[in-house]
């Protein structure tokens, strides 16, 4: 008993520390960084572990965050230090523990977060951790925030109160984290990874399975970031696949955050030098500064115009010619002092002289070793038996697979997984491996290649030669032409760790592998390029293409360099299933050429289009992205494709009005992202009978959709920007199954009732005043949301929504009353009807014979309920917190399967029907900031009651030691009516959870128990809980 005591004497003691420290932290200005996340949490709930774990984690991938620091806490007002914080962050991560509410600088905070991501035209947003709650205690629709709000009213007012609420109840859940059912650590790592996402897009993507090496630790020492005397180049150099792209990403995640600027360019050997000048000065100076690049020289003086002034952190990877370093950053007097340009390559002498050491000394080089033999078998078992230690039985192979193939990572990987795919034929499989091994690294790989089909290995080498980086449903479509299931080839690909498919939807291939499917497509025929299946042309094999020769076992051409393409050079290439390159040009007359082409990759396409003849009959990937192409050039004319299933028009910035779309009349995809200057959608879209979907995110010009959008039948998906321009729907659509309005619809077409929706979500669509009597014809509608929407009526109609399950009306400031006919929606599971300015429900609500779910949260006007609440059989939980409600009718009882009643807030509510003891399912009985000072003798038959959240009085103490002794559960809540707790707490016989509420007289509360109580040890949780003046 001592002990405990004093473990709760340590808590107090630190509790008023904590307030003292809080009244006298000044105000400070020291923040000058801008951050890139703010973490907000309630200290004693979650700092000391998880949050100081996450802030670790993230600062160690780079991330700059900023942890709420109570002395920043000053006032009533956010400003300062913490102000700047607030409004400098990009992402918001409110981390919501059960006390988080009662804490008034938490709620403030979040307010204050949903202002400014509501003004950040969607550059800011929120992501929420749930930390053993759930969304929906966390938007008010139980108990635990619902109750802790009001007690802030008397100190704040009702009016700052209700917009805290307001900012709880729309903390968006689409892209969260909850803490249930798994460890901090698997938690804190979905967040990091998850905010890397969100992040810019620089951070790199790591592999699932890293094991640490020393290699980063010596790297770091090297870097010596925190130095800004000098300008250093670090090369990282070693034999391919021993992790060198890895370690860069890792210590570029790392860093990059200490530096003014960061550009990572991936594997710039296998891509023109001018685009990555574009994607250096890009990532360091904007978007503008690649305008009027023509050349590498021109893009050379950009980038030591622009970058000499600035601390820069740039990777250079994959560099396998010294030119390639030297039009990227060619000396240390490119950048400002304090730079670092990391290097990665398999050879020194790359980009040095064979007496390298004579070499300046701001070049520091570092040759990755091999992994130590534990860490090999570490990772190894990782992809052979999915675990971080290998199964005992199985040690002495992996060492033996370890001492056979060697130590380097990519080889480990790729072994490991096909070893996870032939667990019966391992020992047969590890005497090939022997044999391979003794010849290299891609002999090693060879096992696993020469395992595949002949279809499987057909498309991994088109993965290898031009689809790497390509979005994966376009493969699939060209595969589709000539391959049944392509997808299954995908996943056994996927599960050989030969490729993988980034968070874009991408192809990802790492080089070691790449470079071996394309050395399989050169064994073809070594000296006659002509006779492979892949071909790409460079300013060195530029006469491959000239030549006039046919060439007819090419299938797929990719062109590194601006090109006029004829009808000559295409005559010879019959075969030609991919065509692909930036800044090409169609020059001639093309009849009968071209017949097997089927993707055309044609980035950044010449405006003049004097070609003829271009039929492309087989075409069914046209990607124009990246083009200042209008609606009335030339190609659009000129260019037939009418087998066409996929048309990308991404990025093409000057397109103010899409072209005719007649002969696409077979297209199934249609992606207009980020035209920003799009604001019509040509009517001829009705002629794309087959079209599936439509991708209109970033048309922020873009402020209605055509009518005639309404007759295609089979499309099914429309994503829509996130924004408010576009405020008008078409008057008729037809098969779309899943709809997500944009926050600016004013009103719906009647046509959505010939919808297929099982889900229809409008909530904050503010403008919308009404629906249309067509809404009672969505037959599989499901679930349909209004919150937050200016609904000031339900249509009759509605009552035809048979399958209807869950009907959301919260905070719909409009809706005054329930219609009578909402009792006819028999199928209806869940209605939260919260924070409605209702005042009496109609009697047919009693006819809802499937509802377990029912919702008045904070309806202020409703006083009672009608009598008809009796016959809801199935109702569990009922939710009156914080309503006007002041009678309780006797016919309550009859509720047998009730197990929540959550009447906190009822300030009208004076007493319980003696009937609440016939509730013989309630687990919950909530009265909290009520009226009531008696509970009724019958509340002793609640053998179920766990939790009972009540105000104290004298007067109810000599009741519950009598009725509540065997319960398991029972909380105090605050009050101001407690001043000591009662010594009656020691007959608890069954109590496993204390939780306790503290105000000025806690510690003589603890005085007076201290020698009463003999049994603590039967107690497993005691959890004192600071009330909102310790906030």
Not at 55 to 66: A, K, L, Q, S
Not at 232 to 249: Q, R
Not at 388 to 400: M, V
Not at 517 to 527: C, L, S
């Amino acid at each position: 008993m001592a002990e405990s005591l004093k473990l709760i004497e340590n808590f107090l003691s630190d509790q008023f520390y904590l307030k003292s420290r809080l009244l006298r932290a000044p105000v400070t200005n020291t923040l000058r960084m801008k951050y890139e996340v703010f973490l907000s949490f309630r200290g004693p709930d979650t700092r000391d572990s998880f949050v100081s774990c996450l802030f670790c984690d993230m600062e160690d991938m780079g991330i700059r965050v900023f942890k709420d620091n109570e002395k920043l806490r000053v006032g009533e007002k956010i400003e300062g230090g913490l102000l700047q914080a607030l409004d400098d962050s990009q992402i918001y991560i409110p981390i919501f523990s059960k006390r988080f509410a009662e804490s008034s600088w938490c709620l403030r905070e979040v307010a204050h977060m949903r202002d400014c991501t509501s003004k950040s035209d969607g550059k800011k947003e929120i992501l929420p951790v749930f930390f053993n709650v759930t969304p929906d205690d966390v938007k008010c629709e139980t108990e635990l925030y619902g109750a802790a709000l009001p007690k802030h009213e008397e100190k704040y007012g009702s009016l700052e109160v209700n917009r805290w609420r307001d900012a709880l109840v729309e903390i968006p859940t689409t892209v969260s984290w909850k803490l249930e059912g798994q460890g901090h650590g698997v938690l804190i790592k979905q967040i990091v990874q998850g905010v890397l996402l969100k992040l810019d897009g620089k951070n790199r993507r790591l592999p699932n399975h890293l094991v640490e090496t020393d290699d980063l630790k010596h790297i770091e020492e090297l870097l010596d970031v925190d130095s800004n005397d000098h300008v250093h180049f670090v090369v990282i150099h070693g034999t391919g696949g021993i992790g060198k792209s890895t370690l860069a990403s890792i210590i570029f995640n790392r860093f990059r955050s200490k530096f003014e600027c960061s550009s990572f360019l991936e594997d710039v050997r296998s891509h023109p030098p001018l685009k990555m000048q574009e994607k250096l000065l890009a990532e360091t100076q904007g978007a503008n500064s690649t305008k009027g690049i023509y050349d590498t020289n021109t893009g050379i003086d950009r980038i030591k115009k622009g970058l000499r002034k600035k601390k820069v952190l740039i990777v250079v990877d994959n560099v396998d010619e010294k030119k390639q370093l030297e039009n990227l950053a060619g000396s240390c007097d490119w950048f400002g002092r304090g730079s670092r340009i990391i290097v990665t390559l398999r050879h020194l002498e790359t980009i040095h002289n064979e007496d390298y050491q004579t070499q300046p000394s701001n070049y520091i080089h570092y040759s990755v070793k091999e992994m130590p033999s534990d860490q090999a078998i570490q990772l190894f078992s990782k992809y052979a038996f999915s675990s971080d230690t290998r199964p005992n039985n199985w040690y002495e192979f992996s060492k033996e697979v370890i001492s056979s193939v060697g130590k380097l990572p990519l080889t480990l990987e790729v072994v490991g997984s096909f070893f996870a795919r032939v667990k019966s034929k391992r020992e047969n499989t590890l005497e090939d491996l022997k044999q391979a091994a003794r010849k290299g690294v891609r002999d090693t790989l060879m096992i696993s290649i020469n395992k595949l089909g002949k279809i499987e290995k057909d498309i991994f080498l088109d993965i290898a030669c031009f689809c790497i980086g390509e979005d994966k449903t376009y493969a699939e479509y060209l595969w589709h032409t000539s391959i049944d299931s392509p997808c299954s080839t995908i996943n056994l690909l996927l599960s050989m760790s030969l490729i993988k498919i980034d968070e874009d939807n991408r192809f990802w291939m790492h080089d070691e592998v790449r470079d071996l499917g394309r050395y399989i497509v050169k064994e073809e025929d070594f000296k006659d390029p002509g006779k492979r299946r892949w071909v790409r042309i460079d300013e060195n094999t530029e006469d491959i293409l000239r030549s006039k020769k046919e060439k007819g076992a090419v299938q797929a051409l990719s062109l590194c360099i601006s090109h006029d393409i004829t009808p000559g050079e295409i005559a010879y290439l019959p075969e030609l299933w991919f065509l692909g390159g930036e800044g090409l040009t169609f020059v001639g007359d093309f009849e009968n050429c071209l017949h097997s082409l089927r993707w055309l990759s044609w980035l950044r396409c010449s405006l003049d289009f004097s070609a003829t003849n271009l039929y492309l009959e087989n075409l069914v990937v046209l990607n124009l992205s990246r083009s200042k192409i209008t609606d009335d050039w030339g190609g659009w004319k000129k260019i037939q494709a009418a087998k066409l299933r996929i048309l990308d028009l991404t990025e093409c910035h000057e397109l103010t009005k899409t072209p005719d779309f007649s002969k696409f009349g077979k297209l199934d995809k249609l992606i207009l992202t980020k035209c920003e200057k799009l604001s019509m959608i040509d009517s001829s879209i009705d002629k794309l009978k087959l079209l599936n979907t439509l991708d209109i995110r970033g048309c922020r010009s873009l402020k209605r959709l055509p009518k005639e959008i309404g007759s295609l039948k089979y499309l099914s998906k429309i994503i829509m920007p996130y924004f408010d321009k576009l405020n008008k729907c078409p008057k008729d659509l037809c098969k779309i199954v899943s709809f997500l309005c944009t926050l600016g619809i004013e009103q719906l077409p009647h046509s959505i009732g010939r919808l297929n929706l099982t889900h229809l979500d409008l909530s904050f669509c503010k403008k919308l005043c009404e629906l249309p009597d067509s809404i009672g014809e969505l037959k599989s509608l499901i679930e349909l949301h209004l919150g937050f929407t200016g609904i000031y009526s339900l249509p009759s109609s509605i009552r035809k929504l048979k399958n209807l399950k869950y009907l959301f009306l919260f905070n719909c400031k409009g809706l005054f009353e329930l219609p009578h006919f909402i009792g006819e929606l028999k199928s209806l599971v869940k209605l939260n009807s919260s924070f409605l300015k209702i005042s009496v429900l109609p009697d047919t609500i009693g006819k809802l014979v499937s509802l377990t779910h029912l919702s008045f949260y904070y309806c202020k006007n409703l006083c009672k309920l009608p009598n008809s609440i009796r016959k809801l059989k199935s109702l569990v939980k009922l939710n009156l917190e914080c309503s006007g409600i002041s009678v309780i009718p006797n016919s309550i009882g009859r509720l047998k399967n009730l197990k929540y009643l959550l009447l906190s807030g009822c300030r009208e509510l004076q007493e319980l029907p003696n009937s609440i003891g016939d509730l013989e399912s309630l687990v919950d009985l909530d009265v909290k900031f009520s009226s009531i000072s008696i509970l009724p003798d019958s509340i002793e038959r609640l053998t179920n009651l766990m939790y009972l959240g009540y105000p104290i009085s004298k007067s109810l103490i000599q009741h519950w030691h009598s009725c509540m002794g065997e319960k398991e559960f029972f909380k105090f809540s605050e009050s101001s009516w407690i001043f000591t707790l009662p010594h009656f707490i020691e007959r608890l016989k069954n109590l496993k959870q204390l939780s306790l509420s503290f105000y000025r007289s806690t510690w003589m509360c603890f005085s007076t128990l201290s020698g009463n109580w003999n049994d603590w040890s039967r107690v497993t949780t005691v959890r004192p809980c600071s009330s909102h003046d310790l906030t």
